[in-house]
Nanobody
Framework: QRQLVESGGGLVQAGGSLRLSCAAS????????LGWFRQAPGQEREFVAA????????YYADSVKGRFTISRDNAKNTLYLQMSSLKTEDTAVYYC?????????????????WGQGTQVTVSS
């Protein structure tokens, strides 16, 4: 059983920073791409960022490009999302996800495993 557990969410003022972590447990996620998605109240879940198994390729939504950085430590089975220059519109529940299949990194349909989410609230 593969599991993903997010942590690091919280309340931060606009302009501040947070680092989210996603710990993978159970069977290895070797070969899996990993991603972050988010869902704001009343909105659909949307892609935030993704990273290939090797870490050699990264993908970002235009709304976070230049402010968020995705990274992974395969030795620790952990995914990270460093968020800087946070805006109130970044407020959402953030989910990490893992994928083995091909297809676009941007589509949640291509992800096989999901965490439970961590709340990020950015105040003005």
């Amino acid at each position: 059983q593969r599991q993903l557990v997010e942590s690091g969410g919280g309340l931060v003022q606009a302009g501040g920073s947070l680092r989210l972590s996603c710990a993978a447990s159970g069977r290895t996620f070797s070969g899996y791409g990993l991603g972050w998605f988010r869902q704001a109240p009343g909105q659909e879940r949307e892609f935030v960022a993704a990273i290939s198994w090797s870490g050699g390729s990264t993908y970002y939504a235009d709304s976070v490009k230049g402010r968020f950085t995705i990274s992974r430590d395969n030795a620790k089975n952990t995914l990270y999302l460093q968020m800087s220059s946070l805006k109130t519109e970044d407020t959402a529940v953030y989910y990490c996800a893992a994928r083995y299949q091909g297809g676009s990194y941007y589509s949640e349909r291509n992800y096989d495993y999901w965490g439970q989410g961590t709340q990020v609230t950015v105040s003005s």
